[in-house]
């Protein structure tokens, strides 16, 4: 089944009853699903290995068949929701909750285009923003000390777009300088770690101009598609400074 037919299907269903609980429809947990997979850009095959259920119940489930609640509660569990949000009744809420649920989840992401983190030009491009946002879901304390050491040296990319001299004053070259930041960046990926980039237009008052450049790192084996993925939704909220405060590197 197609996802607009699911669509139609999902429009065509009578109101449900106030005060009545009942279990998500078929349709509505087949488009969470979907949703999730692409949003993580998933195979099935990924999802499935990662919810331990067979490739056909999740190509039942993304159809709106019928599957059992435990391996509709693993695929919850492995695209992030918790157990039992497509097998648990619940009362309904109304169209206006729904939809101001619906804007205050996903009314403040922004898209934001990234690609692997590997040229040189990334590197100037991150330099020369005014700030930026380091992005790491599910990367442990263990990365602490190597996100440090990354965003020191984005730090000092900064200040070779302004001058050439650091520290002892002799001229460093920019060409090896940005070298030496994606050797740091190449760390990442020998410990598993995909790394992307992206700018994000995120205009002040009276600073119209104002990008923040986004870096993500999450672990290969936490979310294998990552490397394929070509957009991130940033949430605008974390990007806007403090009241008197300029943005300032994350």
Same mark, same amino acid.
């Given at each position: 089944?197609?996802?607009?037919?699911?669509?139609?299907?999902?429009?065509?269903?009578?109101?449900?009853?106030?005060?009545?609980?009942?279990?998500?429809?078929?349709?509505?947990?087949?488009?969470?699903?979907?949703?999730?997979?692409?949003?993580?850009?998933?195979?099935?095959?990924?999802?499935?290995?990662?919810?331990?259920? +067979?490739?056909?119940? !999740?190509? *039942?489930? $993304?159809?709106?068949?019928? %599957?059992? #609640?435990?391996?509709?509660?693993?695929?919850? /569990?492995?695209?992030?929701?918790?157990?039992?949000?497509?097998?648990?009744?619940?009362?309904?809420?109304?169209?206006?909750?729904?939809?101001?649920?619906?804007?205050?989840?996903?009314?403040?992401?922004?898209?934001?285009?990234?690609?692997?983190?590997?040229?040189?030009?990334?590197?100037?491009?991150?330099?020369?923003?005014?700030?930026?946002?380091?992005?790491?879901?599910?990367?442990?304390?263990?990365?602490?000390?190597?996100?440090?050491?990354?965003?020191?040296?984005?730090?000092?990319?900064?200040?070779?777009?302004?001058?050439?001299?650091?520290? +002892?004053?002799?001229? !460093?070259? *920019?060409? $090896?300088?940005?070298?030496? %930041?994606? #050797?740091?960046?190449?760390?990442?990926?020998? /410990?598993?770690?995909?790394?992307?980039?992206?700018?994000?237009?995120?205009?002040?008052?009276?600073?119209?101009?104002?990008?923040?450049?986004?870096?993500?790192?999450?672990?290969?084996?936490?979310?294998?598609?990552?490397?394929?993925?070509?957009?991130?939704?940033?949430?605008?909220?974390?990007?806007?400074?403090?009241?008197?405060?300029?943005?300032?590197?994350?």
């Amino acid at each position: 089944m197609k996802t607009d037919e699911i669509i139609k299907r999902l429009a065509a269903m009578p109101p449900r009853a106030p005060n009545v609980a009942a279990v998500p429809p078929l349709e509505l947990v087949a488009m969470m699903i979907r949703m999730g997979r692409g949003l993580r850009q998933w195979k099935k095959e990924t999802l499935a290995d990662f919810a331990q259920v +067979s490739l056909s119940t !999740v190509e *039942r489930a $993304e159809r709106a068949e019928q %599957v059992g #609640a435990e391996c509709l509660d693993r695929i919850a /569990r492995a695209l992030g929701y918790e157990p039992g949000a497509f097998t648990k009744s619940r009362v309904p809420i109304s169209r206006e909750q729904a939809a101001k649920e619906l804007v205050e989840e996903w009314g403040h992401l922004e898209p934001v285009a990234v690609r692997k983190f590997q040229t040189h030009r990334q590197v100037r491009m991150i330099a020369a923003t005014p700030a930026y946002l380091i992005h790491r879901p599910e990367l442990g304390s263990d990365y602490d000390g190597q996100v440090e050491g990354l965003i020191e040296w984005l730090d000092l990319a900064s200040m070779v777009m302004v001058s050439e001299i650091i520290g +002892s004053g002799e001229p !460093v070259h *920019r060409r $090896e300088f940005y070298g030496r %930041v994606l #050797a740091a960046v190449d760390e990442f990926r020998c /410990r598993g770690v995909t790394v992307l980039v992206g700018v994000m237009d995120a205009p002040l008052p009276g600073i119209h101009d104002w990008k923040v450049a986004i870096i993500s790192l999450t672990r290969k084996l936490s979310d294998p598609g990552a490397s394929k993925r070509r957009t991130l939704f940033v949430d605008r909220r974390s990007v806007q400074p403090r009241p008197g405060c300029l943005p300032h590197s994350a």
